[in-house]
């Protein structure tokens, strides 16, 4: 499975729900070799995997499974490559919601996804600071001292160990944005709609990317 010389190889994860099509495109405008795909055989072979989502966390989580893209996504994160979660891709990651109780997400950042508390409007659908706890991170590097990204969600993660919250935002309390696990890394928001701030993360993964697939060549 040959791709461009240069470009990083990333495969997007089609589950069939929502509008994946624009992260692909995002993260192709920066670069990469972006394909949606639902063949298990591609995410294997690829430099980087993300999972985009929008909905539902319990119907999100029926259709990765229905599509047989679970299990993929489980390897790509055992391998060691980038693998990057957004918006409920990133609530995915978790290993439950209070939004869908009985529905299990694929615990590879063990926590909860909590409702945001009462007393503001949800969803929040409006761009927000981000504040940054892990700037030194490669996915965070160059976004500015004042990172605006966009959202649009009514629940946030809550994980069990509070150090792999890479940002915050302020919305009624203290929301948590960004997530870096080993090799995962996960944003609330949305940076495929988050003008130059968001692009330049998906820049970042892009070449963190590329980072890795030399790395494998040279070992």
Not at 80 to 96: D, E, K, T, Y
Request: charged share 20%; with cysteine.
């Amino acid at each position: 499975m040959s791709e461009p010389a240069g470009r990083p190889l990333v495969a997007v994860l089609d589950y069939g729900i929502g509008n994946l099509h624009s992260a692909q495109k995002a993260i192709e405008r920066m670069g990469a070799d972006a394909r949606l795909t639902t063949d298990a055989g591609l995410v294997a072979a690829a430099d980087g995997v993300v999972l985009p989502g929008v909905g539902a966390f319990g119907a999100c989580m029926d259709a990765l499974r229905a599509t047989g893209l679970e299990q993929p996504a489980l390897d790509a994160v055992a391998s060691g490559r980038p693998f990057l979660g957004i918006c409920v891709g990133m609530q995915m990651l978790f290993s439950a919601s209070e939004e869908n109780e009985h529905a299990a997400g694929l615990d590879l950042i063990p926590g909860t996804v909590r409702w945001i508390p009462a007393g503001v409007k949800r969803p929040q659908m409006q761009w927000n600071r981000l504040d940054l706890r892990l700037p030194d991170d490669p996915m965070l590097t160059e976004l500015g001292a004042d990172p605006w990204v966009y959202f649009v969600h009514s629940l946030h993660g809550v994980p069990d160990d509070p150090t792999v919250v890479a940002a915050t935002c302020e919305y009624g309390s203290t929301l948590n944005a960004a997530f870096r696990l080993g090799n995962v890394f996960a944003t609330q928001f949305h940076p495929e709609k988050s003008g130059p701030t968001g692009l330049r993360l998906l820049e970042n993964f892009v070449g963190v990317c590329a980072t890795a697939r030399v790395s494998d060549v040279a070992s």
